[in-house]
T-cell receptor
């Protein structure tokens, strides 16, 4: 089946630094990738949608200059958290949709970001 | 706004019992529904899905029921096992390519031996 690889699984960074998270579709072409954020004991909240070769579409309240998304190829999307602060500490999850029928997405394993 | 929600935040069952996890959705335009299982520190794992032209779909030990009249979705797990302990989310999607899933709040299922 479709596999999405997300790295790193855990990262600890200092306040003010930037962190890059990668999301790769291993055996299919992901025309659309989604980035979610999940705080403890809460649901997944969509941050942004990116289509290959286009600028990402951000959800209301998500700062596009802080959460930089690049989807330069059909198999790779990256999320960069710039100038990270402790409140950015969260679980970040990507999902990818390709040629599957509407709505079907495959999720990555998530990245636990801790900003100290 | 429109959202998908679950009725109970937690559910505790004994091993071998059948579990039923419920979800109410509000977007009548949603065409596709999925149940996910999420274990601690991991991404969501697909369990089963159903499209709006169906009212029931069965998998291995799991059944999803869809009642469009009352906008209700449920996940039934037969002979629940300790390995089924996790958080379960329902998610919905409108009939539009490239649209993200909307997740409900999640139900934590605890299975005791």
């Amino acid at each position: 089946g479709a596999v999405v690889s997300q790295h790193p699984s855990r990262v600890i960074c200092k306040s003010g630094t930037s962190v890059k998270i990668e999301c790769r579709s291993l055996d299919f072409q992901a025309t659309t990738m989604f980035w979610y954020r999940q705080f403890p004991k809460q649901s997944l909240m969509l941050m942004a949608t990116s289509n290959e070769g286009s600028k990402a579409t951000y959800e209301q309240g998500v700062e596009k200059d802080k959460f930089l998304i690049n989807h330069a190829s059909l198999t790779l999307s990256t999320l960069t958290v710039t100038s990270a602060h402790p409140e950015d500490s969260s679980f970040y999850i990507c999902s990818a949709a390709g040629s599957q029928p509407t709505g079907e997405s495959t999720f990555g394993s998530g990245t636990r970001l801790t900003v100290v | 706004g429109e959202s998908v929600g679950l009725h109970l935040p937690t559910l505790s069952v004994q091993e071998g019992d059948n579990s039923i996890i419920n979800c109410a959705y509000s977007n009548s335009a949603s065409d596709y529904f999925i149940w996910y299982k999420q274990e601690s520190g991991k991404g969501p794992q697909f369990i089963i899905d159903i499209r709006s032209n169906m009212d029931k779909r069965q998998g291995q030990r799991v059944t999803v029921l869809l009642n469009k009249t009352v906008k209700h979705l449920s996940l039934q797990i037969a002979a629940t096992q300790p390995g089924d302990s996790a958080v379960y989310f329902c998610a919905e999607s409108p009939n539009q390519a490239g649209t993200a899933l909307i997740f409900g709040k999640g139900t934590t299922l605890s299975v005791s031996s």
